[in-house]
């Protein structure tokens, strides 16, 4: 059995076109990682950023499902970190883990999507938002609401205003 954090450090991020012995080993690390004995703090960053930009979504299922049996303060602080990156499929990636592990800290850098001109950045933020039962979101919300354009993102919304 290789170490999970040998096999995540060598795998940065895993290929786009990933093997199938490759992606044995890494359905097999996360199985080992969703043991709490295994689980280590300096992983979840590891696991984070093996994330690529799959088409299928069944990578990203698994490794959130994982990551969600993690202690919630370890995670947090890498996602609220990984919703200011530069690059807006990244920023996505980690709005959809922090949909599963809400964080306090991650609110800033959620609001900020919100706000972006990219219609999905804007739904996939308010998605995870939705989650939050916070006053302030609820002000963005609302301001989100006046100018807002895209009808999913409208829904979502529309929700979280009806948490009040």
């Known amino acids: ?10 795998h940065q991020p895993l290929p786009m076109d990933v093997s199938a012995e490759l992606q044995a080993e890494f359905v097999e690390i996360l199985l080992v990682l969703r043991d709490k004995e295994a689980q280590t703090e300096q992983v979840v960053p590891l696991l984070l950023n093996c994330w690529n930009d799959w088409e299928d979504g069944h990578h990203q299922e698994a490794i959130i499902a994982t990551l969600a049996r993690f202690p919630p303060e370890w995670v947090g602080p890498h996602l609220a970190f990984g919703l200011c990156d530069q690059n807006t499929r990244r920023r996505l990636w980690f709005a959809e883990v922090a949909k599963t592990i809400p964080w306090h800290s991650c609110i800033p850098g959620l609001l900020k999507m919100l706000a972006a001109e990219d219609d ?9 938002l939705e989650v939050y039962d916070d006053p302030e979101i609820r002000e963005h919300a609302a301001r989100q609401l006046a100018v807002e354009h ?7 919304l529309e929700a979280i205003l009806e948490k009040a």
């Open 150 to 156: 895209d009808e999913e993102t409208i829904e979502v």
């Open 1 to 10: 059995m290789v170490n999970p954090t040998v096999f995540l450090e060598k």
């Open 120 to 128: 999905l950045e804007r739904f996939v933020a308010a998605c995870a």
